[in-house]
């Protein structure tokens, strides 16, 4: 292909440069003002009169997006415009809820989500050529798979889940990291072996199954999620990681055979851990049945059931669920984690909860195009597998709050509390976002 | 070609796999929030609806003199019933608890009680604005203390189980509504299991949901359709046996008294059976049944405690309300016309037979509630006395009330007369298989201007008059401002 003169690509560029990020902007108003109106309204119900206080709220959240968009339109722009507008959307739903439940976790999470910004636009600016992770896969990965050995040994155990590293003054959930790192190594790794892992000669009753050695992938990422559930006992990252895994050999090689192998080594891991952990077990049993222990173990799913089940269609309205205890305390506990969905739900009802999945839909509609309009393997792979590993999270922590599978402690992405989420994800957006800025770049030349 | 473009299928098919995994979440959101919405609300493990009311000021219940029935005592920012008045009314007020749920007004009022009534969200919707905490709206009773407490001590002397209800004659207001043995519903919790072992049941209204046999007491309805078909007081009877054989099966007197010759009126002052069984007989059913629906028999008095709490009077067949059409043979029409035959009645019930005659023949809707005023003390439900039925005409009223007159003066009502004020009423005995009979005085005073209906009903006593007499005098003597008369 020859290359247009000088003049010709400028004239051809702009547009297009712009088209994306002025889409972004535009997307950002309807987002401002649900979070306006939705803040005004916590206010209101909380202390019952609004408060200059909950413009400043918006007005400094409204602040963080704009500057990062203006910040985009320099450093990546031709990346999606639809990504950030729902991020900031989610989080903005997540802020909210956060305040209602607790003013000071909210205070908390806005640095955090200041962190997880910061590192966006670091992410944003020096890894604008991301594809040179490639060659550092394997260290990537052994540092994913490090963290999660360094907080096995040195964790400390909260809720019977080994998960929190402290360093310093406060608490890192280092899976969260690892699980972005995992998907980077097995992108490049898949990306190099998947034409290996493809072809396949013999048979084993008529099925086609893949050479014995090109196994040892599968069977080591099996390892790694076994031993995260039985020595960290954590059945969602667990599941994720695997989940992640699967998803992605079989983004690679268009093989339905690995996910059914993966599966079936899954199930048979879940076994083994079924029958050699106690805390598995309830976990089975209480998604069975919580209501015979619901003081007990079926404590936080019922009472979770209970707040959905409140909040019917249109819900009781921000600030007016029963959250509470009249000390403060939260009926549910984990509320503004694991169970911020239970919250969203009963406040906003059916409608308003239905539209909280319809963005996480979008987000992975957005994603997973990435995945398919890239145009090399390693791309395609990270931004599928970032794109599954959302999804999933996000299955199995709303599905884990609805009892409709086994509930397990993980967050829900950009919604939930937590630091070490909020920042990690931020850091799979830019990724995503890099992706789609070289495609779209790429084609606009 | 791209490389990795093979790729692609299998990464839509990834994306489908996941919009699939949403739409089984939104099916589960929309299973939980609007198909098993209610069960998950109903469940009994489920507290959030009563602990989501403890966290509002209840409304409060007061008397006609605005004396504190119900209050409230705040701990730890939860609102609990508090009644100061211990066991003046629990059938009344009810109770409102987190374990045991809520009985009484408290039930049936629960949404002014907590201001969730439509009419009282308008206001709060106002208050909110203005940065005021929501409060329930108070239900003010038409209850009379001074009438109650007479009427407690009244039964509590004689010591047996049994209930009042006293009417306001023009307005059909309940001034007192007793049902003895009572309890004290702030004991509630303690005494629960309790209160529902005694044999005594002190958790039924028995003024409600009593079923007595009315015994004697009904022939004020016998006597009500015999006077508008055909019979006048002075119509002539003979009585020479003290029983009476009709359509071969026997119907004898209170203690098989002959009577002699008499008249109408005679045999309503003397309760003679044997007359009323004769009448009766001549009515025939249709007649008979006709005026016991004018009086409103068969249903449900319209009183504002939960539809459970109040029973309809009328025939019983298997525990059940029979139809009022069953057709019943010669003998058993008989056994009717003087209150036998599976007849069983609430005492408010007769009471509102007792306020409709006074009334010149016009019976009015009973009612509990007086107003409702919302937290500002601005009235927002004020009841206006209604006319429910119109069962006879003033003259058979006037003619009903000289009998009545003559019961207290001269016949088996004696021991409820007074020099204070000339009391009007009929006694009734209703014979109970395995205990002492029923005891009813059902009357009204003054007799000249009618302010206050009365029933009376004492269990396992002896003789209608003799027990429940006193009982109606003084109570009635109490609401009219005297002292009891000995």
Known sequence: MTRPPVQARRRLAHPELHMQRNRELVSFIPVVLMMMIGFASVYAARSAHVDASSLYYSLLFVGLFLAVHLLLRLAAPHADPYLLPLTALLSAIGIMMIYRIDPELAAAQTTWLMTGLGLF???????????????????????????????????????GARLWLKAGGFSIQPGEFSKV???????????????????????????????????????????????????????????????????????ATGRIIYPFIGGALFASGALLAYNLKATVQI????????????????????????????????????????????SGEPIIPELHTDFIFSAIAEELGLVGATGLIVLFMLFCYRAFKIAIDSDDGFSKLLAAGLASGFALQTFVILGGVMKLIPLTGITLPFVSYGGSSIVANFVALALLLLISNRTNGERAR | MTPGMEMNSSIRRLFIVSVILFASLMAMLGYLQVIAADSLAENPQNTRKIYKQMRI????????????????????????????????????????????GQTGIERSLNSYLTGTADEVELVYLFD????????????????????????????????????????????????????APSYDPNQLVANWEQLNADPGAPLLNRATQGLYTP????????????????????????????????????????????????????????????????????????????????????????????????????????????????????????????????????????????????????????????????????????????????????????????????????????????????????????????????????????????????????????????????????????????????
């Open chain 1, 121 to 159: 636009l670091i992410t944003m600016i020096f890894l604008r050529n991301y594809r040179r992770l490639d060659d550092y896969i394997y260290l990537l990965g052994l540092i994913g798979i490090a963290l999660l050995v360094v907080t096995i040994i040195f964790g400390d155990e909260v809720n």
């Open chain 2, 215 to 486: 015994g004697s007491s009904l022939k004020l309805i016998t006597t009500a359709a015999a006077l508008e078909n055909g019979f006048q007081p002075d119509s002539s009877f003979n009585d020479e046996n003290g029983n009476i054989v009709i359509h071969g099966n026997t119907i004898n007197n209170w203690r098989d008294t002959p009577f002699g010759r008499h008249d109408l009126s005679e045999a309503f002052s003397q309760s003679i059976n044997t007359t009323f069984a004769q009448v009766g007989d001549r009515l025939g059913q249709g007649s008979l049944l006709d005026y016991q629906q004018r009086f409103g028999l068969y249903e449900k008095p319209q009183l504002e405690l939960p539809s459970g709490e109040i029973q309809a009077s009328g025939r019983y067949l298997d525990g059940d309300l029979a139809s009022p059409g069953d057709p019943l043979d010669p003998v058993q029409n008989a056994w009717l016309a003087i209150g036998q035959e599976n007849m069983l009645v609430t005492p408010l019930q007769m009471a509102m037979i007792a306020q409709a005659i006074a009334n010149e023949g016009k019976m009015m809707k009973p009612y509990l509630v007086d107003s409702i005023a919302n937290h500002n003390g601005v009235i927002i439900r004020q009841t206006r006395p209604e006319q429910w039925k119109d069962p006879i005409s003033p003259a058979t009223a006037g003619q009903l009330k000289e009998m009545m007159i003559k019961v207290v003066n001269e016949g088996t009502g004696s021991r409820a007369r007074t020099s204070l004020v000339q009391i009007a009423g009929k006694t009734g005995t209703a014979e109970i298989e395995g205990s002492g009979p029923n005891a009813w005085f059902v009357g009204f005073a003054p007799a000249d201007s009618p302010r206050f209906a009365i029933a009376v009903v004492v269990e396992d006593s002896d003789s209608g008059g003799g027990i429940s007499g006193p009982v109606a005098r003084d109570t009635l003597l109490a609401a009219l401002g005297y002292g009891p008369d000995n």
């Open chain 1, 283 to 326: 976990r089975i049993e209480t998604w069975i049945d919580p209501w015979s222990d619901s003081l007990g173990a079926g404590y936080q799913i019922v009472q979770s059931l209970f707040a959905i089940g409140d909040g019917g269609l249109f819900g009781t309205g921000l600030g007016k669920g029963y959250l509470l205890f009249a």
């Open chain 2, 128 to 179: 909110t604005l203005m940065g005021k905490e929501k409060r329930g709206a108070d239900v003010r009773l038409a209850l009379d203390p001074v009438i109650q407490k007479a009427a407690i001590s009244q039964l509590q002397s004689i010591g047996k189980r049994g209930a009042v209800v006293v009417l306001d004659v023009n307005t059909g207001a309940v001034k007192a509504m007793v049902s």
């Open chain 2, 57 to 100: 000021e209840r409304g409060l219940i007061l008397a006609a003199d605005r004396s504190l029935l119900a209050g409230n005592r705040l701990e730890e920012e939860l609102y609990h019933r508090e009644y100061p008045l211990g066991d003046l009314a629990p059938h009344l007020t009810g109770y409102s608890d987190p374990t045991y």
């Open chain 1, 181 to 251: 790192l995992i998907t980077i190594f097995l992108a490049g790794y898949l990306n190099m072996n998947r034409e290996l892992l493809s072809t396949s000669t013999r048979h084993m009753l008529k099925i086609p199954v893949p050479p014995l050695k090109h196994l040892g992938p599968l069977v080591t990422m099996w390892g790694v999620s076994l031993a995260l559930l039985l020595l960290m006992n954590d059945l969602g990252a667990s599941l994720l990681l695997f989940g992640i895994f699967l998803a992605m050999i079989y983004a």
